[in-house]
């Protein structure tokens, strides 16, 4: 196995301000018209963003190698090339943005193979990037972020142990948490629906000071993530303003009690969702999106609000439910609550819609998002969506295996940000 702890890559680990080298392994970006918001991205969080350099001898022996017929696409095969140049050590990269066109198949099974070719020779970190001709720069920050923070800030990550009198706060698309911990204990914890960024922080900080019995003063340290982690880490001063994809992917091992191996965890979210793989909490692999909100929380909300219940009474009704008797196969959220209608319209029971529901929204995740990461156990299912029970019942159907639903699932954010934050105190 190629080794990459080289002293470059040993310096950032403890801290050190070099500059990150994220090897850019794609096809399409040029013609797709989104190179240049790949490249605004990587500068706005200080990375370096390069492409490996190879031959067409190199391209053509590795072409080779592999044995497969990209019938004559010299995107495809330099891509290839370009990803075992990185596997080998003939790239100088801290981590790995591989990308292609989310309209291509053939590529998204290349894409697939370069991403295992890298993991099996290096322990290099990888996003994962179906990008569209409409791509910007805004969404690929977390992506590009959380490569940086894993490979310069590995030495927080590798926390297990929650010390002190900390807090946490996660600014998410539809709701934001707060949660106060001490001693590895959750004193207290809530969360209020996002409007705007910092009133609402302040409300759920203040709320969660209150169950938890101490004062605002007393906090020793506080982190922030999610989409407002910036404006937040501002406003409160924060000791740890950090993005959700390595903040939940800590909090979820840790919270499930697994401090060492391998993990999968899964969150579906109210607006994205994020399919991540790690190592002894952090995260070698990773991604984000979705097609369409079909495979959100928000899809379940309108399906609860159809039905007439709240969005955890749908999930036990779930329960009750046969998702085959109602057909939904839309990745569309106005279409697939069209076909819901339609289906209570024509008699379906309730259970039946809302098992539907929660099944179509995991068969989404896992043809959009898994089909980029390897499937790993455990699996950690977080974020409000794991209490609507029907999703974590659907979810070990389709796997074919069962999902751990740890404590305290929907502030995973918000109790990443008040561990890692103790790294400050």
């Not at 927080?156 to 010390?163: G, H, M, S």
Request: glycine content about 10%; hydrophobic content about 40%.
């Amino acid at each position: 196995m190629f080794n990459k702890k080289t002293m470059r890559e040993t310096k950032k680990a403890k801290g050190g301000e070099e500059g990150i080298k994220i090897a850019q392994v794609s096809c399409g970006t040029i013609y797709g018209n989104v190179q240049h918001e790949i490249e605004k991205a990587a500068a706005e969080v200080g990375a370096e963003l390069y492409v490996p350099e190879v031959d067409l001898d190199y391209v053509k022996e590795k072409v080779d190698e592999f044995g497969y017929d990209f019938k004559n696409s010299l995107g495809l095969s330099v891509a290839l090339a370009r990803g075992y140049a990185v596997s080998e050590g003939l790239s100088d990269a801290d981590a790995v943005f591989l990308a292609g066109c989310h309209k291509c198949p053939r590529g998204a099974v290349i894409r697939t193979e370069i991403r295992k070719i890298i993991q099996e020779k290096t322990n290099l970190p990888i996003v994962m990037y179906p990008f569209s001709e409409r791509t910007k720069a805004g969404e690929l920050l977390t992506r590009m972020e959380a490569l940086v923070t894993i490979v310069r800030r590995r030495w927080i990550l590798e926390r297990t142990v929650q010390e002190g009198l900390t807090a946490g706060i996660d600014s998410g698309s539809t709701t934001t948490k707060a949660a106060i911990m001490q001693d590895n204990e959750v004193l207290g914890a809530t969360w209020s629906p996002s409007r705007e960024v910092v009133k609402t922080a302040e409300k759920v900080f203040e709320k969660a000071l209150e169950i938890a019995g101490v004062k605002r003063e007393d906090i020793e340290a506080l982190g922030t993530t999610g989409y407002g982690r910036h404006p937040l880490g501002e406003h409160f001063k924060a000791d740890l303003v950090q993005e959700e994809l390595t903040v939940n992917s800590k909090a979820a091992m840790y919270l499930a009690g697994i401090e060492k191996g391998e993990a999968m965890i899964i969150d579906i979210g109210g607006m994205d969702n994020k399919i991540i793989t790690a190592n002894d909490g952090i995260p070698d692999n990773f991604t984000m999106g979705g097609i369409c909100a079909g495979a959100s929380g928000r899809f379940l909300e309108m399906v609860a609000r159809r039905l007439g219940v709240d969005v955890v009474e749908m999930g036990k009704l779930a329960l009750e439910g046969d998702y085959t008797k109602v057909k939904t196969d839309s990745y569309c959220i106005v279409f697939g609550i069209q076909d819901l209608v339609s289906a209570l319209s024509s008699g379906a029971r309730k259970e039946d819609v809302a098992a539907a529901a929660c099944h179509s929204v995991v068969e989404q995740v896992k043809e959009q998002l898994l089909q980029e990461i390897d499937l790993r156990q455990p699996a950690i299912e977080v974020g409000g969506t794991a209490l609507v029970e029907g999703v974590p019942v659907a979810m070990n159907d389709v796997l074919g295996f069962d999902v751990i639903v740890p404590r305290y699932p929907q502030y995973i954010g918000a109790v990443g940000g008040a561990l890692l934050s103790s790294s400050f105190r």
